[in-house]
Nanobody, 125 residues
Framework: QMRLVESGGGLVQAGGSLLLSCVASGRTFSIHDMAWYRQAPGKEREGVSY????????VYADSVKDRFTISKDNAKNTVYLQMNSLQPEDTADFYC??????????????????WGQGTQVTVSS
């Protein structure tokens, strides 16, 4: 079983930035594909960004492209999401997810086996 713990959420004004972190434990981090998801109140969970095991290939949802950056540090068992130019519509609970089964569609939630408890991000206008 892999445990994922997110941190870094909070309240920020529109145009501001936040850095989310997700620390993994319990399984070998480097062999897992990792992703960030978000769920806004009353909306379905949405895939935000993905980073592959190994080469660290990345995928972003169109809504966050050029504003968010995903990265990872295998030595620290941590995946990050740098969020810039935040807007009120980015307000959501953010979750990290992991799988070592490989992914076909990296922003689909069904691809992932392990999930964190989430961290709340609120962007004020």
């Amino acid at each position: 079983q892999m445990r994922l713990v997110e941190s870094g959420g909070g309240l920020v004004q529109a145009g501001g930035s936040l850095l989310l972190s997700c620390v993994a434990s319990g399984r070998t981090f480097s062999i897992h594909d990792m992703a960030w998801y978000r769920q806004a109140p009353g909306k379905e969970r949405e895939g935000v960004s993905y980073i592959s095991r190994g080469r660290g290939l990345t995928v972003y949802a169109d809504s966050v492209k050029d504003r968010f950056t995903i990265s990872k540090d295998n030595a620290k068992n941590t995946v990050y999401l740098q969020m810039n130019s935040l807007q009120p519509e980015d307000t959501a609970d953010f979750y990290c997810a992991a799988t070592n089964r490989g992914v076909g569609d990296p922003l689909q939630a069904y691809e992932y086996d392990y999930w964190g408890q989430g961290t709340q991000v609120t962007v004020s206008s």
